[in-house]
């Protein structure tokens, strides 16, 4: 298939089809798979079963990429990078602000296994390049960032990489591949908790890891021992909601930019982070890495009360996670961000009454109208 649309490769990218010329991929339940008169020995935790493979070449086509690996959880994905790449006294460059998980996993994980690393206390090029040590091996970004909607400049990393021969890799969740293709800007790793707007209907839990061939390939037999493979009822569903990715994150761009900029102007609210206001800190730079801003908002109301706040939504629901087709909002200081000490969430930013909103595909209005009450209902 020939085209550059990701209109054209949501819906008919990397399909198989059957003797009955299915519209739609066949599920293959099977895990056991006759190997006489083939080369090929399939096996689901080998991450080669059809719907995989279908999976992967939709979502390869629609980042730029060679190749890659459909998991379990977004986690499952990031786990396997660091431990399929890296190794006893290797030294990774992680930047400022991560997703909770992974921050998990590099404060409990990874320093047992003799990988050295060091967080940024900010994500200026010039602390990632004075951070770099004679045995790094990577630096590991994420933009935009949870939960400031901070922005790193990609080309900046890519470039410092190439030049100190380091493997560049973003966890690409937030933007989602129709807002921000990294590999464009010559990042050497993507990967995407699937669980968010690639799945995008609060219902799957996946991750994704697309890079180069080579890559993939050395990544793979880690990926086969640690054994986070998805199974194909997922792989369907997954391929299924990615069809209408681009129709669903281009309506969540729409909706963000307008409930920003109403946000903004709103007397009971003191802050609002979205990439897409030119008050962002990072604006200038998404403008020239991101094809939309995304359809994630933080805020800080006036109002310390932010459960009172909540519980006056009636169409935004409180509620975990990210990037359905129905809005939810948080407070990271006591989901995301709950593990971190009030100090150190004060310090990056994070205050109690920071709210996170993940814009649905409803009406821009009927939103609008929702938080305008709860904010005025609000002391
Ligand atoms: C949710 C999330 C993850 C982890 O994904 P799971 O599917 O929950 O394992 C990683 N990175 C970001 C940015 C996320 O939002």
Do not use: W
């Not at 296994?113 to 206390?121: A, R």
């Amino acid at each position: 298939m020939k085209t550059n649309s990701k209109d054209t490769i949501c819906v008919h990218g990397g399909k198989q089809t059957d003797e009955f010329k299915s519209i739609n991929t066949p599920i293959y339940t099977s895990t056991s798979f006759g190997y006489l008169d083939t080369e090929k020995r399939l096996y689901p935790r080998y991450f080669n079963t059809p719907n995989q493979q279908v999976l992967i070449e939709k979502l390869s086509m629609l980042e730029g990429a060679e190749s890659g690996l459909v998991f379990s959880s977004g986690m499952a994905a990031i786990s396997t990078v660091i431990f399929g790449l890296f190794s006893k006294g290797d030294h990774i460059i992680f930047q400022k602000g991560l997703y909770g998980g992974t921050i998990n996993l590099i404060l409990r994980d990874i320093e047992r296994f003799g990988i050295e690393y060091t967080m940024l206390e900010n994500n200026l090029s010039e602390s990632f390049l004075n951070a770099i040590l004679p045995h790094t091996k990577a630096i590991f970004i994420e933009t935009p960032a949870n939960p400031l909607l901070s922005i790193v400049d990609l080309v900046a990393i890519s470039e410092i990489c190439r030049k100190k021969h380091l493997v560049s890799i973003i966890d690409n969740t937030f933007a989602s591949p129709v807002n921000q293709n990294p590999i464009k800007f010559g990042i050497d790793v993507v990967l995407h908790s699937a669980t968010k707007y690639l799945g995008g209907h609060s219902d799957i839990t996946a991750g994704v890891i697309l890079s180069n061939k080579q890559r993939i390939e050395k990544i793979e037999k880690t990926a086969l021992n640690l054994g986070g493979s998805l199974d194909s009822l997922t792989c369907y569903l997954l391929e299924r909601s990615i069809k209408t990715l681009t129709l669903r994150v281009e309506k969540q761009n729409a909706n963000a930019q307008r409930i920003a900029e109403f946000l903004f102007g709103h007397p009971r609210v003191n802050k609002v982070f979205y990439p897409g206001l030119p008050s962002h800190e990072g604006h200038e730079i998404a403008r020239k890495q991101m094809s939309g801003y995304g359809g994630m908002i933080s805020f800080e109301t006036k109002s310390q009360d932010t459960d009172a706040f909540m519980r006056k939504l009636s169409l935004i629901k409180p509620a975990l996670s990210l990037g359905g087709v129905e809005s939810t909002i948080c407070t990271p200081s006591t989901t995301s961000h709950r593990h971190l000490t009030k100090e150190q969430n004060a310090k990056d930013g994070i205050s109690e009454n920071l709210l996170r909103l993940s814009v649905g595909i409803e009406d821009v209005d009927d939103l609008i109208s929702d938080l305008n009450n709860a904010l005025t209902m609000t002391n």
